[in-house]
């Protein structure tokens, strides 16, 4: 699905001039098939300071991660655009107090993959 698709969660307004609380949520709704390659799907939604502004259903995403290797980077991206919309090297230029990044979601696990990951070191 990697540039395949694109599926855009939008807010209903800009954020406000000054320091805000930003948060993006998926509230899963459709279940992986890792075996065919499809990830978890659900709603996507956006907030500023805890008031939903923005939602819209995300059918798919990647079943695994891509280039995770060096660690995750806000508010730069070196690599390939996210989206044709982008245009690389992106560079954000205001200020970036905090970044948390919670996944305490259940989680997804793909019992054949770690089957075979196991039996490879044998």
């Not at 990697?2 to 939008?10: D, L, Y």
């Not at 819209?56 to 044709?84: H, I, K, N």
């Amino acid at each position: 699905y990697v540039a395949r698709e694109f599926h855009h969660v939008r807010a209903e307004r800009p954020v406000p001039a000054g320091r805000h609380r930003l948060r993006f949520e998926v509230d899963v709704t459709i279940e992986p098939d890792i075996a065919a390659g499809r990830g978890a799907g659900g709603l996507g939604q956006l907030y500023i300071d805890g008031e939903l502004v923005g939602a819209a259903e995300v059918p798919v995403t990647c079943p695994l991660s891509l280039g995770l290797t060096s660690g995750v980077r806000v508010g730069w991206a070196p690599g390939a655009p996210v989206g044709p919309e982008i245009t690389p090297p992106f560079e954000y230029g205001g200020v970036i107090h905090s970044v948390t990044v919670d996944v305490s979601g259940d989680l997804i696990e793909d019992d054949e993959a770690t089957l075979r990951r196991i039996m490879a070191r044998q």
